[in-house]
């Protein structure tokens, strides 16, 4: 069993920052990746940033120079920074992680979601 925790969020206004953090714990081998997702009411969840080992593999474009993705794989740990916030960034921020439970077993596992309410 692989747990996925976040913690993070809340409510901030326009222009202001949050902090999102998340934490892999459980049976892992290896944690090939990390990630942040959003969903927003009516919308598909969607990529926001994805973290290797080796460091930021994908970044959407609409965040690039305001969010920061960091990983601390010790701890099985993924941050991220997200300034300069905007009302249509609001949503649920959901936390993925691709593990390896054993040599060639691997699964997604996600974390409950986070809410993120920016406000003008």
């Known amino acids: 069993q692989v747990q996925v925790l976040q913690s993070g969020g809340g409510f901030v206004q326009a222009g202001g920052s949050l902090r999102l953090s998340c934490t892999a714990s459980g049976s892992i081998l290896n944690i090939v990746s990390m990630g942040w997702y959003r969903q927003a009411p009516g919308n598909e969840r969607e990529l926001v940033a994805r973290?290797?080992?080796?460091?930021?593999?994908d970044i959407a474009d609409s965040v690039k120079g305001r969010f920061t993705i960091s990983r601390e794989n010790a701890k099985n740990t993924v941050f991220l920074q997200m300034n300069s916030l905007k009302p249509e960034e609001s949503g649920v921020y959901y936390c993925?992680?691709?593990?390896?439970?054993?040599?060639?077993?691997?699964?997604?596992?996600w974390g409950k979601g986070t809410q993120v309410t920016v406000f003008s």
């Open positions: 993925n992680a691709r593990v390896y439970t054993a040599v060639g077993v691997w699964d997604y596992y």
């Open positions: 973290i290797t080992s080796g460091g930021p593999t």
